[in-house]
Structures are given as structure tokens and as C-alpha cells.
């Protein structure tokens, strides 16, 4: 699935991997509701397409889904600061 890094020069690897670290931070500091969007731009920095098109839960299955992210927010981050903020229309 990576054969492709064998064949780079050192450069191309670099290059490669300033990449893939600067898409990681866009997400990585992304906040409020962009936490929850789904990332088609980060996934197409992969070389092979993806294997299969996502699915997306049902409304109420999704929902409980966005909850119980949030607990976990709560859980396993309780330092992280909160916000009251809307999203962007």
C-alpha cells in the first residue's frame, strides 16, 4: 500500500512529510463544530482511494453518536475550554 515511499528521494520525502504534519495540524487545531466535519481534503492526501464511500447513521443514530463524543470531551478532556459560541451559517 506504501511502495510509493520506497521509490522517493530524500527530498520528496521531506517534502511528503511537511505535508502530511501540516494537514495533521489543520485538524488537530481545529475547534468548536469543525471538530465534527467530515475531512475529505485530509483523507485525499493518502495515495489509494479510499476503499469504500463512508456511511452516514440514520439522524437519531447520529445524534446519540454526537453525544457520547462529547462526554468523551468531558471524560478525557475536562481542561479543554468550553464555548457558548454558535457555528457559522
Not at 494537514?23 to 476503499?51: F, K, M, Q, V
Not at 456511511?55 to 468550553?82: I, N
Amino acid at each position: 500500500m506504501d511502495e510509493d515511499l520506497l521509490t522517493m528521494s530524500k527530498e520528496e520525502l521531506v517534502a511528503e512529510l511537511q505535508k502530511l504534519r501540516a494537514a495533521i495540524r489543520e485538524h488537530r487545531d481545529s475547534t468548536g463544530h469543525n471538530l465534527c466535519w467530515y475531512h475529505p481534503e485530509l483523507y485525499a492526501l493518502l495515495p489509494e482511494p479510499p476503499a469504500q464511500k463512508p456511511t452516514v447513521p440514520e439522524w437519531p443514530e447520529f445524534m446519540k453518536g454526537c453525544v457520547l463524543y462529547r462526554q468523551s470531551l468531558d471524560e478525557e478532556a475536562p481542561h479543554l475550554c468550553r464555548t457558548r459560541e454558535q457555528p457559522p451559517e
